[in-house]
């Protein structure tokens, strides 16, 4: 099968492609970089920017299947720091891949969007119920980074309605794992006090935690979300479906987590004035376990023993900041 993944050089992609490769896909990458923590196992790899609509169409000519997962994206730093680029960007990219996947007469596409598509008014206390996917009107997503999910939602439902174009939409939820951005604005909660964590010399220390450690997420290892969007992509859904963990953890608890795993004594230094996001943010499982006979799998403590210890082994080599720009994809 004739694979494409975009994104192909960010967190989830370097995974994606891994997973591709084994299950027999012939897979072309496609990214404005190459991974960074690990070589990637593509068959070809595209440097193209797809902002530009023709480097979109040679992305994915001749393809049978395309996972669409490039995205400017990252941590709730990033999403405040650059709401209008990030909109933009995303925008363009989005625009361009689906218009090149129908022009091309891809197969099947699958659209990476967000739990970040979700109204903040589901969301605004610590056990908010787990998000369900009929539950996104009236809209009111998480900044400018889910009004583009959201509005790529739109798009890729009127594609299939005027031209009959197989897209699938996954849900992704707060995914986590080995060779994500740990450090700067771009990096995600879990990724970013796992490096705090492995920052902290000798066996105690303390570091910033953003909010004040009572809100709420279900954090999803990267391997289970790789394998539900290869399983979406086998599928007859034509609906968005959440590819994400049930199992909630407050910050002030993930941080003890993250102790415990590095055997450290840590003392959080809770900063109430930083962006926190939804105060509750938990995935609802019940239609992927219908359509897909399956739901992500991996523990929390599971994944982050995985996580934590290749950050700390990376974060021992690596000086502050050296070759982290961020992920390419959600």
Same mark, same amino acid.
């Given at each position: 099968?004739?694979?494409?993944?975009?994104?192909?050089?960010?967190?989830?992609?370097?995974?994606?492609?891994?997973?591709?490769?084994?299950?027999?896909?012939?897979?072309?990458?496609?990214?404005?970089?190459?991974?960074?923590?690990?070589?990637?196992?593509?068959?070809?790899?595209?440097?193209?920017?797809?902002?530009?609509?023709?480097?979109?169409?040679?992305?994915?000519?001749?393809?049978?299947?395309?996972?669409?997962?490039?995205?400017?994206?990252?941590?709730?730093?990033?999403?405040?720091?650059?709401?209008? !680029?990030? &909109? $933009?960007?995303?925008? %363009?990219?989005?625009?361009?891949?689906?218009? =090149?996947?129908?022009?091309? #007469?891809? +197969?099947?596409?699958?659209?990476?969007?967000?739990?970040?598509?979700?109204?903040?008014?589901?969301?605004?206390?610590?056990?908010?119920?787990?998000?369900?996917?009929?539950?996104?009107?009236?809209?009111?997503?998480?900044?400018?980074?889910?009004?583009?999910?959201?509005?790529?939602?739109?798009?890729?439902?009127?594609?299939?309605?005027?031209?009959?174009?197989?897209?699938?939409?996954?849900?992704?939820?707060?995914?986590?794992?080995?060779?994500?951005?740990? !450090?700067? &604005? $771009?990096?995600?909660? %879990?990724?970013?006090?796992?490096?705090?964590? =492995?920052?902290?010399?000798? #066996?105690? +220390?303390?570091?910033?935690?953003?909010?004040?450690?009572?809100?709420?997420?279900?954090?999803?290892?990267?391997?289970?979300?790789?394998?539900?969007?290869?399983?979406?992509?086998?599928?007859?859904?034509?609906?968005?479906?959440?590819?994400?963990?049930?199992?909630?953890?407050?910050?002030?608890?993930?941080?003890?987590?993250?102790?415990?795993?590095?055997?450290?004594?840590?003392?959080?230094?809770?900063?109430?004035?930083?962006?926190?996001?939804?105060?509750?943010?938990?995935?609802?499982?019940?239609?992927?376990?219908?359509?897909?006979?399956?739901?992500?799998?991996?523990?929390?403590?599971? +994944?982050?023993?995985?996580?934590?210890?290749?950050?700390?082994?990376?974060?021992?080599?690596?000086?502050?900041?050296?070759?982290?720009?961020?992920?390419?994809?959600?």
């Amino acid at each position: 099968m004739r694979t494409v993944v975009t994104g192909a050089g960010g967190f989830i992609g370097s995974h994606l492609v891994r997973l591709l490769k084994r299950r027999g896909c012939h897979v072309r990458g496609v990214d404005v970089r190459l991974p960074e923590f690990a070589e990637s196992h593509a068959d070809e790899f595209v440097l193209s920017d797809l902002r530009d609509p023709a480097a979109a169409e040679r992305a994915v000519f001749r393809a049978d299947l395309v996972f669409a997962l490039a995205a400017n994206m990252g941590g709730i730093g990033w999403t405040h720091a650059a709401p209008a !680029e990030i &909109l $933009r960007d995303n925008l %363009l990219i989005s625009t361009n891949t689906v218009e =090149a996947c129908r022009r091309a #007469g891809v +197969g099947t596409t699958v659209y990476a969007s967000s739990a970040c598509v979700y109204p903040g008014y589901l969301q605004r206390h610590p056990q908010a119920p787990p998000l369900r996917e009929d539950r996104v009107f009236p809209a009111e997503p998480d900044m400018e980074y889910g009004w583009e999910k959201l509005t790529t939602e739109i798009l890729c439902a009127g594609y299939r309605k005027a031209y009959g174009t197989d897209i699938k939409i996954a849900r992704l939820h707060a995914i986590y794992g080995p060779w994500g951005t740990y !450090e700067g &604005l $771009r990096a995600k909660s %879990l990724a970013m006090l796992c490096g705090k964590v =492995a920052r902290i010399p000798g #066996g105690a +220390g303390e570091i910033e935690v953003w909010g004040d450690g009572t809100q709420t997420r279900s954090y999803c290892y990267v391997d289970d979300c790789v394998e539900g969007l290869w399983r979406l992509a086998r599928s007859d859904v034509d609906t968005p479906v959440n590819l994400g963990s049930e199992e909630r953890v407050s910050i002030g608890e993930l941080v003890d987590r993250i102790a415990a795993v590095a055997g450290k004594t840590v003392t959080p230094r809770y900063a109430a004035d930083r962006p926190v996001g939804p105060r509750g943010r938990s995935s609802d499982n019940t239609l992927c376990r219908r359509v897909l006979g399956w739901e992500p799998g991996t523990s929390l403590d599971d +994944g982050l023993r995985r996580t934590y210890r290749w950050i700390e082994r990376w974060a021992a080599t690596h000086a502050p900041g050296t070759g982290l720009t961020g992920g390419a994809d959600d």
